[in-house]
């Protein structure tokens, strides 16, 4: 993501190249040290990336099982675009599972990344203030989520969540009558939205036969009814988790921000809240753009925590449905490919979108 | 970065140096890899003391045991990069797809005695007429009942004749406040029994055509859901449970239906509980269970493909299964007279787990049946929920399995 003009080469005048005529071979010398200097990382780079990125590809035009050995000459055959067609446009099962995946993974990233950002900016501000005493404490304590293995924050989260967990008993202090209709949050498919609206008497019977059209392989009804409360326990753990990293890379830049742009605002006469809009938060922009495309990925491959919290179709995302089509009984690597292909596709859209978006000229990391 | 990396690359030049290295004793002895799985520490030390037997029995076979995490994945990494274990662990689940990839050698006249295996035993592991490989050990699923529960409620204990109307009877009486009859989690090996019970099946016999939409399976599972809403039964998730045994251990379950590794766990995280086991209860089409096995298998692509077959009878035949139910843990030896010894060494409580086998179901199905695992486990959940009918369920479930088979 190197922006082809970045203001820095502009403003450089250009040097005329210098004629050097007489240094052929020492500049040829240059070039081989210079690759040799780059070979350990270019050959790791090849092997473990560029390599299995293109057997992938190809893979994913086959039908192979992921258990026979490949060197064998029936190990797969070659399927054209068929796993695409099963996933995208075929109806059946493997197209209401993809998207399914799809839909939870969306309504994930939509409701994550926007959260995560928005309180990492809020606490590396706060734990940026000169006056705040002990703040690598604070700052201890807001990275260290993000340094515990996900695995036990999993663990823990489903402990706390549980029907007679801590949450449930913090919300019943809070509202007494709640105890009789306590939400089982570790295990719970209903929508969000679809909750939300039962709570006022509408179903998917009272609003029309719309509701109950299939598109893609599910139900619009379904398609709107937002996260699943299971799905909403896996977002508050991971934005919680993730903050702390997040912070840590808005603190950096905060830490850039020369101190007299802040003395210039005072002078004219800004008050707190305006030198956070007009000075801070643009001065911050190719940093939030960053942590935006972080969020992004990181999001539409959310991955451990779905697995150790498990839900079945419920909390199914994208990257779950890679491994469980990869691996294990039935296992169809072709397939599980082809998945991951079409996941590529989608993060590598929503980077282009967002760059558009929030990236400006100001996107030189 | 470029330190680790450097590293990295010395480390890995170093491993590549020091594998080639021939030990001292390659010359006259071969190496057979045995992968499997971590269980209990006393299963682990069994099969070791096993091996060590079978390698003082044979001073020429070295056996390098491979026990790890992450199982199903590390063995098909293994078996696709053509650098498969030469003697592996296989489910009985994971079986169809071994065979259809041609990665697991077929047994035959390979097997040792057969005839002294659980004839269910066998029939698992046989796909058109060929045994590929023996079976280690199993477990069945039985009926789990707290004796306190029980005497509080001034129940009669369950006994091996009892019938659908006793269990929902029974789960009936015994729920109050925060404790429920039965424990019913949401997955398709532990509905299959009532299936079954009630005379139903999946797949006809030769597996060409679905039967699941029958009057059985709908009676089956307006029984199990049917508990569910009427409050006597309830999944572990309700019962802040990961798991049917915890809700069965923690007293917020009177009855639980959990196979052989329920012994293990209770007697480790709940050692106080007083509890005993029966037979599952009989539907209107008799009596049913599940037998949930594993085997030795061999690579069909193999270096010492003798070797290994000994290795496989050595554990699986007479001595190695007396060896396995003399530790006595909690999985049965497959073998029917080291059964015996099992219920010696285990207690006589236990009994209804062996007697279990007579009438047990394989837990196996078609290559591609995972998907209908998956779209029944979901709509048993949703239904148990609330959010689905249970013709809901049967209808969605059939449809995969009859989209599967047309593949």
């Given at each position: 993501m190197i922006d082809e003009k970045s203001p820095i080469s502009e403003s450089v005048p250009t040097i005329p190249p210098q004629k050097v005529t007489t240094m052929r071979t020492t500049k040829f010398e240059e070039t081989v040290a210079g690759y040799l200097f780059l070979a350990p990382a270019l050959i790791i780079f090849v092997v473990f990336l560029v390599i299995p990125l293109v057997m992938a590809v190809y893979i994913s035009f086959t039908d192979w099982n992921?258990?026979?050995?490949?060197?064998?000459?029936?190990?797969?055959?070659?399927?054209?675009?068929d796993n695409y067609q099963q996933l995208?446009?075929?109806?059946g099962r493997r197209q209401t599972r993809f998207f399914t995946a799809v839909k939870n993974t969306t309504y994930y990233v939509i409701g994550v990344v926007p959260t995560q950002t928005l309180i990492a900016l809020i606490l590396a501000v706060i734990v940026n203030q000169k006056w705040l005493k002990a703040r690598g404490t604070f700052r201890t304590i807001a990275y260290l989520p993000s340094i515990t293995s996900s695995v036990v924050i999993s663990i823990v989260f489903l402990w706390l969540f549980s029907r007679g967990g801590l949450v449930n008993a913090f919300i019943e202090l809070l509202y007494p009558s709640y105890g009789d209709k306590a939400i089982n949050w570790t295990d719970d498919s209903t929508g969000v939205f679809h909750w939300v609206l039962k709570q006022f008497g509408v179903t998917r019977a009272d609003v029309g036969d719309w509701a109950s059209e299939k598109h893609y392989g599910l139900r619009t009804w379904d398609w709107i009814s937002g996260p699943s409360v299971t799905m909403l326990m896996i977002m508050i753990l991971n934005t919680w988790t993730t903050i702390g990293t997040l912070m840590v890379i808005f603190l950096a830049a905060l830490q850039n921000i020369p101190s007299y742009v802040y003395e210039a605002a005072a002078i004219d006469g800004a008050n707190i809240w305006q030198i956070f809009r007009k000075v801070t938060v643009p001065l911050l922009r190719p940093t939030t753009f960053f942590v935006i495309t972080l969020g992004l990925i990181g999001c539409f491959q959310v991955f451990d925590q779905v697995y150790i919290i498990g839900g079945g179709d419920a909390t199914l995302t994208v990257a779950v449905l890679v491994y469980r089509n990869a691996f294990g009984t039935g296992s169809n690597m072709g397939l599980a490919t082809a998945t991951a292909m079409i996941l590529f596709v989608i993060i590598f859209i929503f980077t282009v979108l967002q760059r558009r978006f929030f990236g400006g000229e100001r996107a030189n990391w | 970065m470029k330190r680790s990396l450097a590293l990295v690359l010395v480390l890995t030049l170093a491993l590549a140096v020091f594998a080639r290295v021939p030990s001292s004793r390659a010359q006259d002895t071969v190496t057979i890899q045995l992968m499997g799985w971590s269980s209990s520490p006393a299963e682990n030390a069994a099969l070791e003391e096993m091996i060590a037997a079978f390698e003082e029995a044979n001073p020429t076979i070295d056996v390098d045991l491979q026990l790890v995490p992450e199982y199903d994945t590390t063995l098909q990494a293994a078996f696709a990069s053509g650098d498969a274990p030469n003697v592996f662990y296989v489910d009985s689940s994971r079986l169809p797809d071994f065979v259809d990839a041609g990665v697991i050698a077929a047994g035959g006249d390979m097997i040792v005695d057969p005839e002294g295996f659980f004839p269910s035993l066998v029939d698992v592991f046989t796909i058109d007429d060929t045994f590929y490989c023996p079976p280690k050990d199993f477990s069945t699923m039985a009926l789990q009942y707290n004796k306190a529960l029980f005497d509080a409620a001034g129940l009669e204990y369950p006994t091996n004749d009892w019938t659908w109307d006793d269990l929902t009877a029974a789960a009936e009486a015994l729920t109050s406040g925060d404790t429920v009859g039965l424990v019913v989690p949401p997955e398709l090996p532990r509905w299959l029994p009532f299936l079954y019970q009630a005379g139903g099946s999946v797949l006809s016999e030769d597996g060409?055509?679905?039967?699941?939409?029958s009057e059985e399976a709908m009676t089956a599972l307006e029984l199990y859901l049917g508990m569910v809403e009427d409050g006597i039964a309830a999944p572990p998730s309700e019962l802040d449970s990961g798991w049917g045994g915890e809700a069965f251990g923690t007293g917020r379950a009177a009855m639980a239906m959990e196979g052989n590794w329920v012994i293990g766990a209770l007697e480790e995280n709940y050692p106080d509980i007083e509890y005993g086991v029966v037979e599952l209860p009989a539907g209107p089409a008799g009596e049913a269970t599940m037998a949930f096995t594993v085997c030795y298998g061999v690579a069909a692509?193999?270096?010492h493909p003798e070797e290994s077959w000994a290795l496989a009878n050595f554990l699986t035949g007479p001595e190695g299964a007396t060896m396995v139910a003399e530790a006595g843990f909690g999985v049965m030896p497959a073998r029917q007279d080291a059964a015996e010894v099992w219920l010696e060494t285990r207690g006589i409580e236990f009994e209804a787990f062996v007697t279990g086998a007579a009438n047990a179901h394989r837990w196996q199905f078609p290559v591609g049946f995972g998907d209908f695992i998956d779209t029944f486990n979901n709509g048993l959940k949703e239904a148990m929920a609330g959010n689905m009918l249970p013709e809901e369920v049967l209808e969605d479930s059939v449809a995969i399995a009859e989209e599967i088979l047309a593949e």
């Amino acid at each position: 993501m190197i922006d082809e003009k970045s203001p820095i080469s502009e403003s450089v005048p250009t040097i005329p190249p210098q004629k050097v005529t007489t240094m052929r071979t020492t500049k040829f010398e240059e070039t081989v040290a210079g690759y040799l200097f780059l070979a350990p990382a270019l050959i790791i780079f090849v092997v473990f990336l560029v390599i299995p990125l293109v057997m992938a590809v190809y893979i994913s035009f086959t039908d192979w099982n992921g258990i026979t050995p490949l060197r064998d000459d029936d190990a797969f055959e070659t399927i054209g675009d068929d796993n695409y067609q099963q996933l995208l446009t075929q109806e059946g099962r493997r197209q209401t599972r993809f998207f399914t995946a799809v839909k939870n993974t969306t309504y994930y990233v939509i409701g994550v990344v926007p959260t995560q950002t928005l309180i990492a900016l809020i606490l590396a501000v706060i734990v940026n203030q000169k006056w705040l005493k002990a703040r690598g404490t604070f700052r201890t304590i807001a990275y260290l989520p993000s340094i515990t293995s996900s695995v036990v924050i999993s663990i823990v989260f489903l402990w706390l969540f549980s029907r007679g967990g801590l949450v449930n008993a913090f919300i019943e202090l809070l509202y007494p009558s709640y105890g009789d209709k306590a939400i089982n949050w570790t295990d719970d498919s209903t929508g969000v939205f679809h909750w939300v609206l039962k709570q006022f008497g509408v179903t998917r019977a009272d609003v029309g036969d719309w509701a109950s059209e299939k598109h893609y392989g599910l139900r619009t009804w379904d398609w709107i009814s937002g996260p699943s409360v299971t799905m909403l326990m896996i977002m508050i753990l991971n934005t919680w988790t993730t903050i702390g990293t997040l912070m840590v890379i808005f603190l950096a830049a905060l830490q850039n921000i020369p101190s007299y742009v802040y003395e210039a605002a005072a002078i004219d006469g800004a008050n707190i809240w305006q030198i956070f809009r007009k000075v801070t938060v643009p001065l911050l922009r190719p940093t939030t753009f960053f942590v935006i495309t972080l969020g992004l990925i990181g999001c539409f491959q959310v991955f451990d925590q779905v697995y150790i919290i498990g839900g079945g179709d419920a909390t199914l995302t994208v990257a779950v449905l890679v491994y469980r089509n990869a691996f294990g009984t039935g296992s169809n690597m072709g397939l599980a490919t082809a998945t991951a292909m079409i996941l590529f596709v989608i993060i590598f859209i929503f980077t282009v979108l967002q760059r558009r978006f929030f990236g400006g000229e100001r996107a030189n990391w | 970065m470029k330190r680790s990396l450097a590293l990295v690359l010395v480390l890995t030049l170093a491993l590549a140096v020091f594998a080639r290295v021939p030990s001292s004793r390659a010359q006259d002895t071969v190496t057979i890899q045995l992968m499997g799985w971590s269980s209990s520490p006393a299963e682990n030390a069994a099969l070791e003391e096993m091996i060590a037997a079978f390698e003082e029995a044979n001073p020429t076979i070295d056996v390098d045991l491979q026990l790890v995490p992450e199982y199903d994945t590390t063995l098909q990494a293994a078996f696709a990069s053509g650098d498969a274990p030469n003697v592996f662990y296989v489910d009985s689940s994971r079986l169809p797809d071994f065979v259809d990839a041609g990665v697991i050698a077929a047994g035959g006249d390979m097997i040792v005695d057969p005839e002294g295996f659980f004839p269910s035993l066998v029939d698992v592991f046989t796909i058109d007429d060929t045994f590929y490989c023996p079976p280690k050990d199993f477990s069945t699923m039985a009926l789990q009942y707290n004796k306190a529960l029980f005497d509080a409620a001034g129940l009669e204990y369950p006994t091996n004749d009892w019938t659908w109307d006793d269990l929902t009877a029974a789960a009936e009486a015994l729920t109050s406040g925060d404790t429920v009859g039965l424990v019913v989690p949401p997955e398709l090996p532990r509905w299959l029994p009532f299936l079954y019970q009630a005379g139903g099946s999946v797949l006809s016999e030769d597996g060409t055509e679905v039967t699941f939409d029958s009057e059985e399976a709908m009676t089956a599972l307006e029984l199990y859901l049917g508990m569910v809403e009427d409050g006597i039964a309830a999944p572990p998730s309700e019962l802040d449970s990961g798991w049917g045994g915890e809700a069965f251990g923690t007293g917020r379950a009177a009855m639980a239906m959990e196979g052989n590794w329920v012994i293990g766990a209770l007697e480790e995280n709940y050692p106080d509980i007083e509890y005993g086991v029966v037979e599952l209860p009989a539907g209107p089409a008799g009596e049913a269970t599940m037998a949930f096995t594993v085997c030795y298998g061999v690579a069909a692509d193999n270096d010492h493909p003798e070797e290994s077959w000994a290795l496989a009878n050595f554990l699986t035949g007479p001595e190695g299964a007396t060896m396995v139910a003399e530790a006595g843990f909690g999985v049965m030896p497959a073998r029917q007279d080291a059964a015996e010894v099992w219920l010696e060494t285990r207690g006589i409580e236990f009994e209804a787990f062996v007697t279990g086998a007579a009438n047990a179901h394989r837990w196996q199905f078609p290559v591609g049946f995972g998907d209908f695992i998956d779209t029944f486990n979901n709509g048993l959940k949703e239904a148990m929920a609330g959010n689905m009918l249970p013709e809901e369920v049967l209808e969605d479930s059939v449809a995969i399995a009859e989209e599967i088979l047309a593949e």
